[in-house]
């Protein structure tokens, strides 16, 4: 199983970004999705994850009702959709996604993407 993410990028503080993760070589909708990210010096910390059907979502407290997280099991993608971004936003974000663990994954994701760059500027 392959993740890809990509969008991410360089954005000023208040601005909005999008950022896409498409899977390939596994069974998309047997997955729970998710959105981690790294901050510079800091440990990687959940941010949103989306059930198999995307009837149910999960986030982060520092980024409810700013990021919002969507599936499309028909084109294997999983996106993060990033409103009034923080300076404190800036980090590296990847995409797991977790192969039978239930709602919520509790566990380790079983796959992860590359990560991709947001850097949010004053």
């Known amino acids: 199983v392959q993740l890809q993410a990509s969008g991410g990028g360089l954005v000023q503080a208040g601005g909005s970004l999008r950022i896409s993760c498409v899977v390939s070589?596994?069974?998309?909708?047997?997955?729970?999705m998710g959105w981690f990210r790294q901050a510079p010096g800091k440990e990687r910390e959940f941010v949103a994850a989306?059930?198999?059907?995307?009837?149910?979502?999960d986030y982060t407290d520092s980024v409810k009702d700013r990021f919002f997280i969507a599936r499309d099991n028909t084109k294997n993608t999983v996106q993060l959709q990033m409103y009034s971004l923080q300076l404190e936003d800036t980090a590296v974000y990847y995409c797991a996604a977790d192969d039978g663990s239930g709602w919520p994954v509790t566990t380790e994701y079983d796959y992860w993407g590359q990560g991709t760059l947001v850097t949010v500027s004053s």
């Open positions: 070589g596994g069974t998309f909708n047997r997955y729970v």
């Open positions: 989306i059930s198999w059907s995307g009837g149910n979502t």
